[in-house]
């Protein structure tokens, strides 16, 4: 899900669930959905019929029944499913994700995606795909639906709109590797926003990250923006890198985390080594893009480093977890002798970045 601050097979219907029969859903259906959080379910009524979308809203949110979610609010989420993104005027989020992330599942017998506008439980909580609903208990209430947030649809649009493609990739990650590490979701999803032209949806995202940077990259998530952000930049370097085709092997693998990556890499052609790709990228999170290492996310910002205005100095005590790393600056002039004593049973790279006269040397 999207709290805002505060998954080599052959892509296509092969992985798809087996799909239940529904009866036919026209504007002015109601339905029951589980919500989670919510005890029972919530009573919605379809507001958009399309060719890849439903739009329901929960009743008691719809503005005739005392809400304030209008026709407005869903025929401009339904056009951005299903006609133009900010990124392509002529595709939908629909079509830009599918033809990058592959098939979404069908569960329901319903070609069209679920959307459905509710008044989720908990603060903060701008949008969520629910992978219990899939696989709910009672057929009848299983679908392929996302969830948005009915008060971050009227007064967080952009935000809203750019977890509407976050939770579409998860949707459709599930349907091809219901086991992948949650932190390649999330980047991948992360990325999902921005293919469709909505990058930063969280504007504190990148920042919150790039003041932590130290923080472990691979294999342990949190929901916190800073998380958000570092899983965002590096699958979007690696997009930027190697193009689409990495990002759609990602997704098909079988295999999860960096496995998964450094087989995605071998499909495409590429030596599959994922240190080859994470070194490049603390690099150019470290420098700001500078010394030719840079990619499109980051926009010349950099990771905030620790500070070093005089020497000498006694030791200097940081840590730094795996796949993660630490800056230092050292901003006083002259040359400089520096010890690291990093961990024996460890494997560290140490770098050193000087900038002189407008020029980074490395």
Not at 40 to 48: E, F, I, L, N
Not at 218 to 237: D, H, I, K, M, P
Not at 277 to 282: E, F, I, L, R
Not at 288 to 314: I, K, M, N, T, W
Request: negative net charge; proline residues 5%.
């Amino acid at each position: 899900g999207r709290v805002a601050s505060m998954p080599m097979r052959q892509r296509g219907g092969a992985a798809r669930v087996a799909s239940i029969a529904q009866d036919l859903i026209a504007v002015g259906t109601q339905l029951e959905f589980p919500v989670f959080g919510v005890v029972g379910t919530v009573s919605a009524t379809c507001r958009y019929v399309g060719d890849k979308v439903f739009v329901f809203v929960e009743n008691r949110q719809w503005d005739t029944e005392g809400g304030s979610v209008f026709q407005s609010h869903v025929d401009g989420l339904a056009t951005l499913f299903e006609q133009s993104t900010p990124a392509d005027s002529q595709r939908g989020i629909y079509d830009l994700a599918v033809e990058t992330f592959g098939a979404p599942p069908d569960v329901d017998g319903h070609e069209q995606v679920f959307l459905l506008i509710v008044d989720l439980p908990f603060s903060g909580l701008i949008g969520l795909f629910d992978a219990n609903v899939a696989d709910h208990a009672i057929p009848e209430l299983r679908r392929d639906v996302i969830y948005l947030d009915e008060l971050a649809v009227r007064r967080q649009s952009y935000l809203a709109r750019g977890t509407l493609a976050h939770e579409f990739q998860h949707l459709i990650h599930w349907n091809w590797d219901k086991d992948e590490e949650v932190w390649i979701d999330e980047g991948l999803s992360g990325y999902a926003e921005e293919l469709v032209g909505f990058p930063d949806a969280d504007p504190n995202a990148v920042p919150a990250f790039l003041d932590a940077a130290s923080l472990p990259l691979a294999g342990f998530f949190e929901n916190e923006s800073r998380y958000y952000g570092a899983t965002y930049l590096f699958v979007t370097y690696l997009a930027q890198l190697y193009g689409q085709p990495l990002i759609s092997q990602i997704v098909a693998q079988a295999r999860n985390g960096i496995f998964g990556i450094e087989d995605a890499l071998e499909q495409i052609g590429e030596v599959g080594d994922f240190e080859k790709s994470w070194a490049p990228w603390v690099l150019a999170n470290m420098t700001g893009g500078q010394a030719g290492f840079d990619y499109a996310a980051l926009a010349g910002r950099r990771a905030d480093p620790f500070e070093v205005e005089s020497l000498p100095l006694p030791s200097i005590s940081g840590f730094a977890e795996r796949w993660g790393a630490i800056s230092i600056l050292f901003r006083t002039p002259g040359n400089l002798a520096i010890d690291f004593d990093g961990e024996p049973a460890g494997r560290y790279r140490v770098w050193s970045y000087t900038w002189r006269n407008g020029a980074g040397e490395l």
